[in-house]
């Protein structure tokens, strides 16, 4: 007998089928706030409980066990603390300032940009009968925008965009990894470095107005990043920006085209988009689940969790808790009061929110109001297998 039922639903959610629809299984996994899904993991599936683990000080975020192997970028006897977004406090918080401090100015004017950018690429099309939303525009934009604030010219945005695609799959538990994969993750990691080197190198001796040369330039030299520092936060920028958006941009435009009125409403009123990019955010979340290891006994509910358990933040399942949300299956812009766990919580709370949210703005409003009656070509559209950060692996939409 399985001595953990819940760990049939995390089975089957691990399971490539479930992409097109997981909300059967996170609904099951849900029925109970806290379920042990194997002997050291477990799954809390409550918009009350995942805020408020989010910002307990006792979970910690570093546990290489579950999210794949965090092979060694390759140091110089540098000791390999990885991403901020696995560091604790005090050293994730001092990471986090610099490249807040360097983020967001940048980031401030850069709408008129993106929206400039949305319309080059639908003006790319060219009239086309039909386009895939995915490769078209959901792709590229991110892609762009973040080479632009990088500084990295545009003819390397292919490079970007095969390095985004490799390093996000190392995110995925390893469960779901052949030897091949794994294997693959750590050369990725390697080609992702020797890559960066000579571009900071080159930002050093020719330092420009663009994110990286103002990494290099911060402040008290004392304080500055080091180079393993850098690169890996470059890394972390790539990869928490890249497919997460790609997954907001074609999730939101599958839940505008599966509800017509919707659509109509935001074509009506493009006021409506922040509203309908909060709503998809809650909807379909580009970030399914999170994980946190604990580092002390930790209560959730009635429940005790031992120290150095793993414990799954099932995001995508908070944001359908019916104690926290009025009819939380329906697609429903106007809904009131959406605070979504789509963007975490406490101190990992994403740093590219806003920039996420122009780019979701941007790209949804121009389907609503520059697409002549765009209509799904397949529906479910075909997923990546990715069960973290999931997304469709193209969307065709038929216009005109
Ligand atoms: C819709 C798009 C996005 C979603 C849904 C999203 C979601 C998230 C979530 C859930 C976390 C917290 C993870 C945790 O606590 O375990 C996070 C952290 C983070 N995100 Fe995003 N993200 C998005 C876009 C972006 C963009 C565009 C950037 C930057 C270019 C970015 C950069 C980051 C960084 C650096 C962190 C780590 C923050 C920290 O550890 O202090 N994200 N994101």
Redesign the pocket.
């Known amino acids: 007998m399985n001595p953990y039922p819940a760990a049939l639903s995390y089975g089957r959610l691990l399971d490539p089928a479930q992409r097109p629809d997981p909300y059967p299984v996170f609904a099951e996994l849900s029925r109970e706030p806290v379920q042990r899904i194997d002997e050291h993991v477990w799954a809390v599936s409550g918009h009350a409980d995942i805020s408020r683990l989010?910002r307990d000080p006792r979970l910690s975020?570093q546990e290489p066990a579950v999210f794949g192997p965090d092979t060694p970028l390759g140091s110089d006897g540098e000791p390999f603390r990885g991403?901020?977004?696995r560091?604790d406090p005090p050293h994730?918080d001092t990471l986090?300032a610099r490249?807040m401090h360097q983020?967001v100015p940048r980031i401030l004017g850069l709408r008129p940009k993106i929206e400039a950018m949305v319309t080059e690429l639908l003006d790319g099309l060219d009239g086309a009968g039909e386009l895939d939303v995915v490769s078209a525009l959901a792709y590229p934009l991110?892609v762009a925008?973040?080479c632009e604030?990088l500084g990295v010219p545009r003819s390397e945005e292919p490079v970007f965009h095969d390095f985004a695609a490799r390093l996000t799959r190392a995110l995925d538990p390893q469960e779901s990894f052949t030897e091949e994969e794994l294997a693959d993750v750590a050369k990725t990691r390697e080609d992702w470095r020797a890559y960066l080197t000579p571009m900071i190198v080159r930002r050093l001796a020719e330092p420009g107005d663009d994110l990286v040369s103002g990494l290099l330039a911060d402040g008290d030299p004392a304080k500055r990043m080091t180079m393993l520092e850098l690169a890996t936060t470059l890394g972390?920028?790539?990869i928490?920006?890249?497919e997460?958006?790609v997954?907001?941009i074609a999730n939101g435009t599958l839940a505008l085209l599966r509800d017509p009125a919707a659509l109509a409403r935001l074509r009506a009123d493009p006021g409506l988009a922040p509203a309908v990019v909060e709503e998809v955010?809650r909807y379909d979340?580009?970030?399914q689940l999170?994980?946190?290891l604990t580092t002390a006994e930790v209560r959730i509910g009635d429940t005790t969790v031992p120290e150095g358990d793993h414990v799954l933040?099932l995001?995508a399942a908070g944001n359908r808790d019916p104690r926290r949300f009025a009819d939380p299956d329906r697609f429903w812009p106007e809904r009131p009061d959406n605070r979504h766990?789509?963007?975490?919580?406490?101190?990992?709370?994403?740093?590219?929110?806003a920039?996420?949210?122009m780019?979701?703005e941007a790209v949804l409003t121009a389907i609503a109001t520059q697409l002549a009656a765009p209509r799904l070509v397949a529906d479910p559209p075909p997923y990546r297998p990715n069960t973290i950060l999931r997304g469709p692996a193209e969307l065709r939409v038929a216009i005109g």
């Open positions: 989010l975020v991403p901020f977004l560091q994730h986090r490249t983020f991110p925008v973040i604030l972390l920028l790539l928490a920006g890249h997460t958006t997954n907001l955010l979340p580009p970030v999170t994980s946190r933040l995001l766990l789509a963007f975490g919580g406490g101190v990992h709370y994403c740093l590219g929110a920039l996420a949210r780019e979701g």
